[in-house]
């Protein structure tokens, strides 16, 4: 939509303006399952009064000037056309079931369905710039309901601030969800060592130059030159118009030793309030991680090991914050279309991408519906296989979204890690035992 530019109107950010573009169009969708039937006025009625529609970029349109700069422009939010309610149940493969000759479903069926769905939706069905940039689709058959929001709009911390600040603690109506654990006494160290401490402060600084100058090289060098080796998993330049399946992996969080709860420590419907000094919008950076085979031997913690070695070089230092700076600073100086160039680069240089967001600790409820499962992915990317993992309530449920083309089968890939992470746990028990 062209429009002339008013004084009411918001430039997007640099980060909203990349996602705008058409290598790099990316939705956010969030799969929440009920255990009760969904009651279609609650959900309304529930939309109507949140926090959701009150913020500017949930009820602004997308316009562009007639220099071709993108704005939000506030618009009245009509809920009937964000609102699809999809009556049909499902089988597996996404397509409507007769149900007058009769059939029985199990809740594997459900998720499977479901999540064929989104896989459609991942590749086939952008957002209309018609109206504000976010849809929910609710399908009452199957107890679920897919909130779709354009990823200019915000990342996942955010989002997931929008989400929590609309729900509340099923043991507690009034409550806010608990997203963090709460915090543990810090023993402080004794008097007169204050020489140890100065020498720690200048080894971890020394560390964080040192990992940020390398890993910052190594960045650039992904970003421009430099690929993966090729391998069966490998996608490329326009898979992500590829079709696509969806599995979901799922893990007990006491089992879970690798995964860090990486939620600021707020209250996330501040993030929701005009007048907050919080952070709203995309501001999130990435690190490259290599993955390896591990070729021989009966112990499946010596991957556990190496992999944890890199990863705590990585946290030595600012490769997420320089990724983040440097796609800023080209977005600033050259415009979208180069950081596009950049991001996209990337993506296809490497094999797989992978985020974690953390959910709430206890269960809640959404427009008086207390849930069973929320998880989380996004619309394809030019990669064979992308994977999104949400925590909720005790669990970590990981969407596995493949090129079909390429990996016809997330279902076994999805039980691979399920066993992977059994196995690692049987081996720190028998370790413990010995």
Excluded at 71 to 86: C, G, M, N
Excluded at 264 to 270: A, E, F, G, V
Excluded at 373 to 391: D, E, G, R, Y
Aim: proline letters at 5%; glycine letters at 6%.
């Amino acid at each position: 939509m062209v429009c002339l530019e008013t004084s009411s109107d918001e430039p997007l950010t640099p980060a909203g303006r990349l996602f705008l573009q058409p290598e790099t169009d990316v939705v956010i969708h969030c799969i929440i399952r009920g255990k009760n039937p969904a009651d279609m006025d609650a959900i309304k009625s529930a939309i109507k009064s949140s926090l959701m529609v009150q913020h500017p970029r949930f009820c602004s349109l997308l316009v562009r000037d007639k220099n071709g700069f993108e704005h939000w422009r506030k618009t009245p939010i009509d809920i009937d056309q964000h609102v699809i309610v999809v009556n049909n149940r499902l089988d597996k493969s996404g397509n409507f079931i007769d149900e007058t000759q009769g059939s029985t479903t199990t809740e594997e069926d459900d998720e499977a369905a479901v999540n064929q769905y989104v896989a459609d939706l991942s590749v086939s069905s952008p957002l209309s710039t018609d109206k504000p940039l976010w849809e929910l689709h609710v399908l009452p058959a199957h107890k679920c309901a897919i909130f779709r929001i354009h990823h200019s709009l915000g990342d996942g911390i955010s989002l997931m601030s929008m989400l929590m600040a609309n729900c509340r603690r099923t043991d507690d109506a009034e409550a806010l969800p608990k997203m963090v654990p709460d915090k543990k006494t810090v023993i402080k160290g004794e008097k007169g060592r204050d020489w140890f401490w100065l020498v720690g402060v200048l080894w971890w600084f020394l560390k964080i130059v040192v990992f940020t100058l390398l890993f910052s090289v190594e960045f650039v060098l992904r970003s421009l030159l430099v690929s993966d080796e090729k391998t069966a998993i490998t996608g490329g330049d326009g898979v992500e118009l590829w079709p696509r399946k969806l599995a979901t992996a799922k893990f007990l969080l006491d089992d879970m030793k690798l995964v860090k709860r990486a939620v600021p420590d707020t209250d996330l419907s501040k993030l929701m309030k005009s007048n907050t000094k919080a952070r709203w919008g995309n501001k999130f950076g990435v690190i490259l991680i290599p993955v390896y085979y591990h070729k021989g031997g009966n112990d499946p913690l010596e991957y556990l090991k190496r992999a944890k070695a890199t990863v705590d070089k990585k946290k030595h230092s600012l490769e997420a914050y320089f990724s983040y700076k440097i796609g800023d600073l080209v977005m600033s100086l050259l415009g979208p279309k180069y950081a596009c160039m950049l991001n996209y680069k990337l993506l296809c240089n490497t094999t797989f991408t992978l985020s974690n967001v953390g959910g709430p600790l206890e269960e809640i409820s959404l427009a008086g519906n207390p849930l069973s499962s929320i998880k989380v992915n996004t619309s394809s990317l030019p990669q064979a296989i992308t994977m999104h993992m949400l925590s909720y309530a005790g669990k970590a449920e990981m969407q596995i979204l493949v090129a079909k083309d390429i990996i016809p089968d997330p279902e076994f890939l999805a039980k691979c890690f399920e066993d992977a992470l059994l196995e690692m746990k049987e081996a720190v028990l028998r370790t413990n035992k010995a």
